[in-house]
T-cell receptor
């Protein structure tokens, strides 16, 4: 069975600090996709990034960066110079092949609070 | 802009009422849509996979007769909570996409359902 573990339930930082959100996954599939989503207090889910299992290159997008380590089954997310607007719940998710559909298995989420 | 529209955003109604939630893909055709339920401070739990033109696939433990799903067109799926009771109060979120594992699911803004 697919599993996504986000061990950090809550993280609190002060503005401008860097913060890393951890994600560890389990899957038997050789081809799979990993995602990060942001859920601000308003509730909507915002897609941040997709990474396939064959692409271990790290990615940077502005203040966001992602580190994919297949050897340790981890897909960590770092926010540099955090801002108050980064405060949200962040979910890591794994795409699961379920016949003709591809379901997402979500981690429990990490609540990030950035204080001014 | 939003690619998935969900309506209504909030519903408050009496116990015993049936409530319909709509999920529309705005600028693409979605043969597959997903319905999730989220309790406060918890992760998203997949309820069912909605397939255009065929019956929905429900996750284990989800009552088919309680949560009716209809996916009559390539841009619209509906979730009807029948004879809702207070324990059905939750945040319901739909997503579209995910026909392929590489394709990120785009989420609606969610519907906050409160049953009195």
């Amino acid at each position: 069975a697919q599993k996504v573990t986000q061990a950090q339930t809550e993280i609190s930082v002060v503005e401008k600090e860097d913060v890393t959100l951890d994600c560890v996954y389990e899957t038997r599939d050789t081809t799979y996709y990993l995602f990060w989503y942001k859920q601000p207090p308003s509730g909507e889910l915002v897609f941040l990034i997709r990474r396939n299992s064959f692409d271990e290159q790290n990615e940077i997008s502005g203040r966001y960066s992602w580190n994919f380590q297949k050897s340790t089954s981890s897909f960590n997310f770092t926010i540099t110079a955090s801002q108050v607007v980064d405060s949200a719940v962040y979910f890591c998710a794994l795409s699961e092949n379920a016949g003709s559909n591809y379901k997402l298995t979500f981690g429990k989420g990490t609540l990030l609070t950035v204080n001014p | 802009g939003a690619v998935v529209s969900q309506h209504p955003s909030r519903v408050i109604c009496k116990s015993g009422t049936s409530v319909k939630i709509e999920c529309r893909s705005l600028d693409f055709q979605a043969t597959t849509m997903f319905w999730y339920r989220q309790f406060p401070k918890q992760s998203l739990m997949l309820m069912a996979t909605s397939n255009e033109g065929s019956k929905a696939t429900y996750e284990q433990g989800v009552e088919k007769d309680k949560f009716l799903i209809n996916h009559a067109s390539l841009t619209l799926s509906t979730l009807t909570v029948t004879s809702a009771h207070p324990e059905d109060s939750s945040f319901y979120i739909c997503s579209a996409g995910g026909d392929r594992p590489s394709q990120p699911q785009h989420f609606g803004d969610g519907t906050r359902l409160s049953i009195l």
